[in-house]
């Protein structure tokens, strides 16, 4: 079983940056691709970013990309997501995820990430 818990949300000005990190217990991550997800109310979770166990892939949404930088530390089981230039859009709930199976199949699918974590809010004003 992994725990994430993530944490960095807050509020923060259009053009803004914040930077989430998901911390893991449980298990090492150093075996399981990590992604993060975003979900606004009302609205299904989507697919924002994933980075492959090795650090050697990643995937990111279109209308992050440029923007937003996904990255991992093993030692400390622990993985970050840079946002900058961040825009009212972005306000979202992000989740953090971990997933067996590898990040170049069905990248995107909720459906294919095992452990989520809490979540964390992140609002960006205009």
């Known amino acids: 079983q992994v725990q994430l818990v993530e944490s960095g949300g807050g509020l923060v000005q259009a053009g803004g940056s914040l930077r989430l990190s998901c911390a893991a217990s449980g298990r090492t991550l150093s075996t399981y691709g990590m992604g993060w997800f975003r979900q606004t109310p009302g609205r299904e979770r989507v697919f924002v970013a994933v980075m492959s166990w090795s650090g050697g892939s990643t995937y990111y949404a279109d209308s992050v990309k440029g923007r937003f930088t996904i990255s991992r530390d093993n030692a400390k089981n622990t993985v970050y997501l840079q946002m900058n230039s961040l825009k009212p859009e972005d306000t979202a709930v992000y989740y953090c995820?971990?997933?067996?199976?590898?990040?170049?199949?069905?990248?995107?699918?909720?459906?294919?990430?095992?452990?989520w974590g809490q979540g964390t809010q992140v609002t960006v004003s205009s």
């Open positions: 995820a971990a997933r067996r199976s590898p990040v170049r199949n069905l990248w995107y699918a909720e459906g294919a990430y095992d452990y």
